[in-house]
């Protein structure tokens, strides 16, 4: 290891992330400048990848968890040969650039996942080496390993603070994620003050307690680092690794050094001394020969070590063919066209809360989709999403597909995450609706990096019953609705559940939610199967046709459809909608839209016990709302439906 040379590149990175933030006046400049060492080792010695082939299924991935600190990663990408450009540097944080403010994963190549909000980077680091694991299980041999990489995350105080990042540790450390490895930049500074205000604890101690191997090093000592990383790297005694840091926030500005004012911009207004302190030219935005050499030399190698694993892999695929298809099905998120007609039907018999329905879906899906994998946060019993003769994820049998995340709701909903941006494996999760909003950042965060992660929330409305209001959730499917690219499905009856299920899995650009029932429904059964699956999938559609001259619609959704169509029988002028997904069919051209929803028709009236505010845009101006625009109460659930006026009555009444 040359530790010149990566001195010198330290510095320049510091002077990269200096001179873009002073370009633009806003951004971080402690994280970039107080661990430029740490990224000079990880990127010239220690990690695994290809620039010239940046998703490498066998490449190290690094994960930027305090992504405030953006100018890190795109300083050291640009080093490395990635395709993000010296102008991309200068572009920082304005418009249209491969450079945003914080780093997102589908616009910059080499970043792993959409970092902003602190310590979801833990999670989805722990989410991709389960992933990791899983793969090696999954799909080498005794012949041929195709799968050995490991997982590397940046993290800070206020990562680890947050309760997303402590869930996911420990479940990491629980499950013997050995191939991850967590970098704490441990600089004593939190943004408003010094850490010791709002920390005080033993960080070794707190780690190893949860199954963690745990040391602690000088973060400017590039030896020490490399010496860290190699021993995390090569340590195989089912434990993950953390390496705690020691750094000087905002290394290289002295006025702000070492305190609260080197997190942000503040540092840049002595940009120009901080060059010369650094033993940099004037000219901004500099990069020496020396270090370009460095770098393109270490590029050459990393792509030798590349080709080598190809060829291992071109070996492997030709002595494992059915192994290798399945394995470029998962790459490709290959899902069969017709899974919505695959699935078996339900009978006219049935019987069941749609998480029942749920539950017999996922065990077909997962048949025909092996990539599938499901998790319940502690609540497989309650939830139905458990996958039968599929065994459990473990640290002894990483190769099931049923994972146990225990009550950790937000920590579930990074690590889905994290699975989802490796793209190797279907991630989809459990918990009661109710507390949905556990797991909202992550949900959020899985709108914006577009990534196809279903979300199973049961027990969807007052029909929870004697567990009361603290379990009633009233307003939780529309406050999903209103995150922009999820589509929130809420099937009225089993067929419904197949068809949101297939549409689920079809989607590739955006997660998914699924929100079921705890009370039994009634099977439409008069309706024909291939209209209940297929009007899903349209997001609404002609429950029951009128028989005369259309005089009413009645929108419903859920185990409100079974009310609606009651209460239309009898009444030829009555049309009945089912609605199970507002953005699916918000998604339709103008012609299906009135096919379904004619503008002619003003007199409508929509009903689903929940809060009433997102029905106003298809009853308007002369429609009624059916709904429930308070908390809950303690009562058995017909009870409680009855008491606040979510019945086949009140639907009668507004059509009279």
Same mark, same amino acid.
Not at 238 to 254: C, L, N
Not at 318 to 338: F, R, Y
Not at 378 to 401: H, V, W
Not at 503 to 529: C, E, F, N
């Given at each position: 290891?040359?530790?010149?040379?990566?001195?010198?590149?330290?510095?320049e990175a510091r002077g990269l992330a200096i001179d873009a933030v002073h370009a633009c006046s806003s951004g971080h400049l402690g994280l970039p400048l107080g661990c430029a060492e740490i990224g000079s080792v990880l990127f010239s010695e220690s990690l695994n990848f290809n620039p010239a082939a940046p998703k490498w299924?066998?490449?190290?991935?690094?994960?930027?968890?305090?992504?405030?600190?953006?100018?890190?990663?795109?300083?050291?990408?640009?080093?490395?040969?990635?395709?993000?450009?010296?102008?991309?540097?200068?572009?920082?944080?304005?418009?249209?650039?491969?450079?945003?403010?914080?780093?997102?994963?589908?616009?910059?190549?080499?970043?792993?996942?959409?970092?902003?909000?602190?310590?979801?980077?833990?999670?989805?680091?722990v989410g991709y080496a389960l992933s990791a694991k899983r793969a090696a299980a999954k799909f080498n041999t005794a012949d041929h390993t195709i799968f050995d990489n490991h997982v590397v995350a940046l993290a800070g105080d206020g990562c680890l603070q947050e309760g997303v990042a402590q869930e996911a540790i420990a479940?990491?450390?629980?499950?013997?994620?050995?191939?991850?490895?967590?970098?704490?930049?441990?600089?004593?500074?939190?943004?408003?003050?010094?850490?010791?205000?709002?920390?005080?604890?033993?960080?070794?101690?707190?780690?190893?307690?949860?199954?963690?191997?745990?040391?602690?090093?000088?973060?400017?000592?590039?030896?020490?680092?490399?010496?860290?990383?190699?021993?995390?790297?090569?340590?195989?005694?089912?434990?993950?690794?953390?390496?705690?840091?020691?750094?000087?926030? @905002?290394?290289? %500005?002295? !006025? =702000?050094?070492?305190?609260?004012?080197?997190?942000?911009? /503040?540092? $840049?207004?002595?940009?120009? #001394?901080?060059?010369?302190?650094?033993?940099?030219?004037?000219?901004?935005?500099?990069?020496?020969?020396?270090?370009?050499?460095?770098?393109?030399?270490?590029?050459?190698?990393?792509?030798?070590?590349?080709?080598?694993?190809?060829?291992?892999?071109?070996?492997?695929?030709?002595?494992?063919?059915?192994?290798?298809?399945?394995?470029?099905?998962?790459?490709?998120?290959?899902?069969?066209?017709?899974?919505?007609?695959?699935?078996?039907?339900?009978?006219?018999?049935?019987?069941?809360?749609?998480?029942?329905?749920? @539950?017999?879906? %996922?065990? !077909? =899906?997962?048949?025909?989709?092996?990539?599938?994998?499901? /998790?319940? $946060?502690?609540?497989?019993? #309650?939830?139905?999403?458990?996958?039968?003769?599929?065994?459990?994820?473990?640290?002894?049998?990483?190769?099931?597909?049923?994972?146990?995340?225990?009550?950790?709701?937000?920590?579930?909903?990074?690590?889905?995450?994290?699975?989802?941006?490796?793209?190797?494996?279907?991630?989809?999760?459990?918990?009661?609706?109710?507390?949905?909003?556990?797991?909202?950042?992550?949900?959020?965060?899985?709108?914006?990096?577009?990534?196809?992660?279903?979300?199973?929330?049961?027990?969807?409305?007052?029909?929870?019953?004697?567990? @009361?209001?603290?379990?009633?959730? =009233?307003?939780?499917?529309?406050?999903?609705?209103?995150?922009?690219?999820?589509?929130?499905?809420?099937?009225?009856?089993?067929?419904?559940?197949?068809?949101?299920?297939?549409?689920?899995?079809?989607?590739?650009?955006?997660?998914?939610?699924?929100?079921?029932?705890?009370?039994?429904?009634?099977?439409?059964?008069?309706?024909?199967?291939?209209?209940?699956?297929?009007?899903?999938?349209?997001?609404?559609?002609?429950?029951?046709?009128?028989?005369?001259?259309?005089?009413?619609?009645?929108?419903?959704?859920?185990?409100?459809?079974?009310?609606?169509?009651?209460?239309?029988?009898?009444?030829?002028?009555?049309?009945?909608?089912?609605?199970?997904?507002?953005?699916?069919?918000?998604?339709?051209?103008?012609?299906?839209?009135?096919?379904?929803?004619?503008?002619?028709?003003?007199?409508?009236?929509?009903?689903?016990?929940?809060?009433?505010?997102?029905?106003?845009?298809?009853?308007?101006?002369?429609?009624?709302?059916?709904?429930?625009?308070?908390?809950?109460?303690?009562?058995?659930?017909?009870?409680?439906?009855?008491?606040?006026?979510?019945?086949?009555?009140?639907?009668?009444?507004?059509?009279?």
């Amino acid at each position: 290891m040359n530790t010149d040379v990566l001195q010198k590149a330290a510095a320049e990175a510091r002077g990269l992330a200096i001179d873009a933030v002073h370009a633009c006046s806003s951004g971080h400049l402690g994280l970039p400048l107080g661990c430029a060492e740490i990224g000079s080792v990880l990127f010239s010695e220690s990690l695994n990848f290809n620039p010239a082939a940046p998703k490498w299924l066998n490449r190290d991935r690094f994960i930027l968890s305090a992504g405030h600190g953006s100018m890190f990663i795109y300083s050291w990408l640009h080093l490395a040969g990635y395709d993000l450009s010296l102008e991309e540097l200068k572009n920082f944080r304005k418009l249209h650039s491969k450079t945003p403010g914080h780093p997102e994963n589908f616009e910059t190549v080499g970043v792993e996942a959409t970092t902003g909000p602190l310590g979801q980077g833990v999670g989805n680091a722990v989410g991709y080496a389960l992933s990791a694991k899983r793969a090696a299980a999954k799909f080498n041999t005794a012949d041929h390993t195709i799968f050995d990489n490991h997982v590397v995350a940046l993290a800070g105080d206020g990562c680890l603070q947050e309760g997303v990042a402590q869930e996911a540790i420990a479940f990491a450390g629980h499950n013997e994620l050995d191939n991850l490895i967590l970098i704490y930049d441990s600089n004593d500074v939190t943004l408003d003050a010094m850490a010791k205000v709002t920390q005080g604890w033993d960080t070794e101690a707190y780690f190893k307690s949860l199954n963690w191997n745990a040391s602690t090093i000088d973060g400017h000592d590039l030896s020490a680092v490399a010496a860290a990383l190699e021993t995390a790297k090569n340590t195989k005694n089912g434990k993950p690794t953390v390496i705690i840091a020691k750094t000087e926030i @905002g290394r290289g %500005i002295p !006025e =702000v050094a070492g305190t609260a004012k080197g997190h942000g911009e /503040g540092g $840049a207004n002595f940009a120009e #001394s901080a060059r010369a302190g650094l033993g940099l030219p004037a000219e901004t935005f500099y990069v020496s020969d020396e270090v370009k050499a460095h770098f393109a030399a270490k590029a050459e190698e990393k792509k030798a070590a590349f080709d080598a694993w190809q060829a291992t892999y071109d070996a492997w695929t030709a002595a494992n063919p059915e192994l290798a298809k399945e394995l470029q099905d998962c790459v490709s998120g290959a899902i069969p066209s017709d899974l919505r007609d695959t699935i078996p039907a339900f009978g006219d018999d049935y019987a069941d809360a749609t998480r029942g329905a749920g @539950g017999v879906v %996922i065990n !077909e =899906v997962s048949k025909l989709v092996p990539s599938l994998l499901t /998790g319940s $946060a502690d609540l497989y019993g #309650s939830t139905k999403n458990y996958i039968k003769d599929a065994g459990d994820y473990s640290a002894e049998t990483p190769e099931g597909k049923n994972i146990w995340f225990g009550i950790r709701e937000h920590a579930m909903g990074a690590i889905c995450n994290g699975i989802a941006y490796d793209g190797l494996f279907r991630a989809s999760g459990a918990t009661f609706l109710v507390f949905a909003d556990y797991l909202r950042p992550s949900i959020r965060l899985a709108g914006l990096a577009k990534l196809p992660v279903i979300y199973i929330f049961t027990h969807d409305s007052v029909g929870v019953g004697e567990d @009361g209001p603290t379990h009633q959730p =009233v307003e939780t499917v529309s406050g999903l609705r209103v995150i922009p690219n999820l589509d929130v499905i809420r099937p009225g009856d089993p067929e419904e559940v197949a068809g949101a299920w297939a549409s689920a899995m079809l989607r590739t650009d955006g997660p998914t939610a699924l929100i079921l029932s705890r009370q039994k429904v009634v099977t439409q059964k008069q309706i024909d199967v291939t209209a209940r699956r297929e009007g899903t999938s349209r997001g609404a559609y002609i429950a029951k046709k009128e028989e005369g001259a259309l005089e009413a619609i009645v929108i419903a959704t859920g185990s409100e459809l079974q009310h609606a169509i009651k209460a239309a029988d009898g009444k030829p002028g009555v049309r009945v909608v089912s609605m199970p997904c507002m953005e699916r069919f918000d998604r339709q051209g103008c012609d299906y839209k009135e096919e379904i929803l004619p503008k002619a028709c003003t007199k409508r009236i929509a009903i689903e016990a929940g809060v009433s505010g997102l029905w106003h845009k298809y009853v308007g101006c002369d429609g009624e709302i059916i709904a429930i625009d308070r908390f809950g109460i303690s009562a058995p659930g017909d009870t409680v439906f009855s008491e606040l006026g979510i019945t086949v009555e009140a639907i009668e009444k507004a059509l009279a």
